[in-house]
């Protein structure tokens, strides 16, 4: 799937979060020794963001399990507990499909 492409592209990382920074505000206040800027966002070449995006890198995982076990965003919560106390995830067949056990 594409945009699985995205877990592994830090450059577009970079790039999305550069298109989104704003103009900052800059802020005068007898707390800071001279003017402050704030509201603008992460700077994209900075340590942070590489931090950012391996945090982000590291969920891949878990959408690729979504994606192989056809889960959507409704469905893709906490595990639920049936009458016998077990707990485990909703299963999810596609429209018309019925189960073998059927």
Do not use: Y
Not at 33 to 52: H, K, V
Not at 56 to 75: H, N, Q, Y
Not at 90 to 98: K, T
Request: some cysteine; hydrophobic content about 30%; aromatic content about 10%.
């Amino acid at each position: 799937m594409a945009f699985l492409g995205a877990f592994d592209d830090e450059p577009a990382f970079k790039q999305d979060l550069a298109k989104r920074r704003r103009e900052a505000h800059v802020i005068d206040s007898e707390h800071f020794q001279s003017p402050r800027r704030f509201g603008f966002g992460p700077n994209p070449d900075s340590d942070s963001t590489r931090e950012r995006f391996q945090r982000f890198r590291s969920l891949k995982p878990i959408f690729v399990v979504a994606v192989e076990t056809g889960r959507s965003r409704p469905d893709a919560g906490p595990a639920v507990t049936d009458t016998s106390g077990d707990r485990h995830w909703p299963a999810r067949h596609p429209e018309g499909e019925i189960g073998a056990s059927c």
